[in-house]
């Protein structure tokens, strides 16, 4: 089997890949790379249909937050898609945008309360992403669920930090209402801790989910920290309708997303000079390119590569800071560990210096319960459990902390899992797997073809509450969902004797049991090379005894006779009656990922005799339903021309 994340057939040589479609055999690189393990190339393979609906469904089951990850997911799908070897990867956020703003249109028939509920009850403390995934799953499973937040309202993150030109606060709202109207309760302006205590939610609930975030600013440790801002505060500020800036020149310490966000959020509000310092070179910097292209497009100056060093005052009031040059972020062991230059420094004056350093947590509530270590809850990373039997932990706040949204997300919806098992729920969560025989082999789609472009606005037009990104057009959506190849398929089955075994009807025996032939390839192994079990061994090849009267032949086309792989073979077993063809099982091979029943051809046979008329018809028949790459066309006239001989070779 063909192994990696490369589709050799997309970007390389296609000769001798498959005609009929392929079997999915591993996770494509997009979903392997998604922490939540959306099935991207099944949801689009619905879009290519015209079937929003159905693509909504299959995404909901990994992901009920699409219109939000398909606003500031850092796509990590789009990192590795193979689509981008042959010229660019797709773009799959602004697709799954498209899906997620569907749901929401959709809300009162995709999102509902479930069938069955449970009499059991879980509380979830944090409503950011974390917190809204696990309450959707656990809903979703018929738990009474009671989601606590701190704050006046529900989204965490989503809707105080990320600003509205990103994310569209109408946008988080509809989702939080969505996951309302399945039954999930909230109360706001609960924060645990003060105003109950986790043990006393330990007591009323039957299981308990934390996420509640890194929301207290980090520290930089020097003089006169007092006079700085911190980041997360500033964005909270303009969330809340901040909408103008007395200060003048602006300098953001740091060089992450949130940084920029701090950033472009200042400029916008009108800030006339912004400067971003961070220890990292430009290469290193964690933001985002399209982050920092952005940034700069909107004239704010970085300063990669320089350290704070101290706070600079005119009469008490901050004045600016001076910087020196960092020289290297981590140390040899990879330990974050910055080494400057102290001879070389910069001043950067500044009425106001806002911090983007990273978020530490606040987790004094739950300390006396659970395990808590450099700052994070402890927890298992596929379970989300911690210590504690009754409560888990997900999100920003755990050791696992993934800091983005989809991470979060996952997180929330692994624990709801956790917990259901832990409290013997009956019901499971559903992922549906890829269908079967993939049909990814459209060859047109293989032209070069260029990502769809997501419009842009100028500059000039951007603000603070207005989305920057609008969403594509239907239409372009269904565009780019035929530019998915479908990867992650095994390319063919080049065996001589399983055509051979088709034909025949064999039976596998096993250490365990007899497997009939047509099943023992069947391609529904899921993810798994075969359908034997890791100890399970093949003992016996049983062939019945043919009919009296039938006859069964074999054909191969190798361009090395001896010793090669087939680029098409085909087994015939036919059997006769009264001079016609009574039943007939034609299996070519090389075609597909499994042996491939020519189902059609056997069809042509019947009542017919063997003659050079019925096995052309059989042969046109066989290849019914081909979806050519483009250099493996030539086995289209192979596979027709081997059925052919091998059904004559019966006479
Ligand atoms: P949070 O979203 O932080 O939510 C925690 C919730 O818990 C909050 O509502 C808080 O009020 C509540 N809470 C806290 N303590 C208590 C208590 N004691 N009692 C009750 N409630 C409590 N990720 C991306 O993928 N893409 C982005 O574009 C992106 N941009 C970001 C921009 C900013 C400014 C920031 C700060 C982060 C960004 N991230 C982004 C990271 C991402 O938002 C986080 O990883 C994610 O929100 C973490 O989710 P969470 O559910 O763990 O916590």
Redesign the pocket.
């Known amino acids: 089997r063909k192994g990696g994340r490369t589709c050799n057939a997309a970007i390389g040589d296609n000769r001798y890949h498959s005609i009929f479609g392929a079997a999915r055999v591993c996770a494509p690189p997009c979903t392997a790379d998604c922490p939540a393990g959306n099935d991207i190339p099944l949801y689009l393979s619905s879009i290519r249909e015209g079937n929003l609906a159905e693509a909504a469904r299959i995404l909901l089951q990994t992901n009920p937050l699409a219109a939000i990850?398909g606003r500031?997911?850092?796509h990590y799908c789009e990192q590795e898609c193979n689509r981008g070897e042959l010229d660019e990867a797709l773009s799959i956020r602004a697709i799954e945008r498209q899906v997620g703003d569907y749901i929401l249109e959709n809300a009162a028939k995709l999102l509902r309360p479930p069938r069955e509920e449970n009499q059991k009850k879980v509380a979830v403390?944090?409503?950011?992403?974390?917190?809204?995934a696990a309450a959707y799953y656990l809903r979703q499973l018929g738990y009474g669920v009671t989601v606590?937040?701190?704050?006046e309202e529900?989204?965490?993150?989503?809707?105080?930090?990320?600003?509205p030109y990103?994310?569209s606060k109408e946008v988080v709202q509809k989702q939080v209402k969505a996951i309302e109207s399945t039954g999930v309760r909230f109360k706001f302006k609960?924060?645990?801790?003060?105003d109950i205590t986790l043990a006393d939610l330990q007591r009323e609930y039957d299981a308990v989910f934390c996420?509640?975030?890194?929301?207290r600013q980090a520290s930089l440790g020097i003089q006169d920290e007092a006079l700085l801002s911190s980041?997360?505060d500033f964005?909270v500020q303009v969330n809340g309708g901040m909408r103008k800036t007395a200060n003048k020149k602006v300098l953001v310490i740091g060089g992450g997303?949130?940084a920029v966000?701090v950033a472009i959020s200042a400029r916008r509000l009108g800030a006339q000079e912004v400067t971003m310092a961070c220890l990292e070179t430009r290469e290193e910097m964690p933001a985002l390119a399209e982050e920092l292209e952005q940034a700069e497009k909107e004239g704010i100056n970085l300063m990669p590569a320089w350290g704070p060093s101290k706070v600079l005052k005119t009469s008490g009031k901050l004045s600016g800071m001076e910087l020196i040059r960092c020289t290297a972020v981590y140390n040899s062991e990879g330990r974050f560990a910055p080494a400057y230059d102290s001879s070389v420094r910069e001043i950067v004056e500044a009425d106001q210096v806002i911090l983007a350093i990273g978020?530490r947590t606040?987790l004094a509530?739950a300390e006396p319960l659970v395990e808590v270590k450099g700052g994070l809850i402890v927890v298992n990373a596929e379970s989300q459990a911690t210590g504690n039997a009754k409560i888990f932990a997900?999100?920003?706040?755990t050791v696992t902390?993934?800091?983005?949204?989809?991470?979060?997300m996952a997180?929330?919806r692994r624990a709801a899992e956790a917990i259901n098992q832990y409290l013997g729920g009956q019901n499971r969560l559903k992922i549906e797997k890829q269908a079967e025989h993939l049909a990814p082999g459209n060859g047109e789609y293989l032209e070069k073809r260029q990502r769809v472009k997501v419009p842009e606005l100028p500059v000039a037009q951007l603000s603070l509450d207005k989305e920057d990104v609008p969403g594509l057009e239907r239409g372009a959506v269904e565009a780019e969902a035929q530019r998915c190849l479908n990867c992650g398929c095994d390319g063919v089955n080049p065996s001589d004797i399983a055509p051979a075994l088709v034909a025949l009807d064999a039976r596998i025996v096993t250490s365990r049991r007899t497997i009939p032939i047509d099943q023992f390839w069947a391609a529904d192994r899921g993810l798994k090379s075969s359908v034997l079990d890791d100890d399970e061994i093949i003992t016996e090849i049983r062939i019945p005894e043919q009919a009296e009267g039938a006859r069964s032949a074999f054909i191969k086309f190798a361009i090395r006779k001896s010793i090669d792989f087939p680029i098409v073979n085909c087994a015939a077993a036919i059997e006769r009656e009264g001079g016609v063809v009574k039943t007939a099982r034609i299996c070519l091979n090389a075609v597909y990922s499994n042996p491939y029943r020519a189902a059609e051809a056997e069809e042509v046979m019947k009542g017919k005799p063997i003659d050079e008329a019925a096995a052309e018809a059989a042969g046109e028949a066989a290849v019914y339903g081909v979806v050519a790459l483009p250099y493996n066309k030539f086995k289209i006239q192979i596979a027709k021309t081997m059925v052919k001989r091998a059904i004559l070779g019966c006479q």
């Open positions: 990850t500031v997911c850092p403390v944090g409503s950011g992403p974390a917190g809204l606590l937040e701190a704050l529900a989204g965490g993150v989503l809707t105080y930090g990320i600003p990103r994310l609960v924060k645990v801790g003060k996420a509640t975030g890194a929301w980041g997360l964005l997303s949130v966000d978020q606040d509530y997900g999100g920003d706040a902390g993934p800091l983005s949204v989809v991470g979060a997180s929330g």
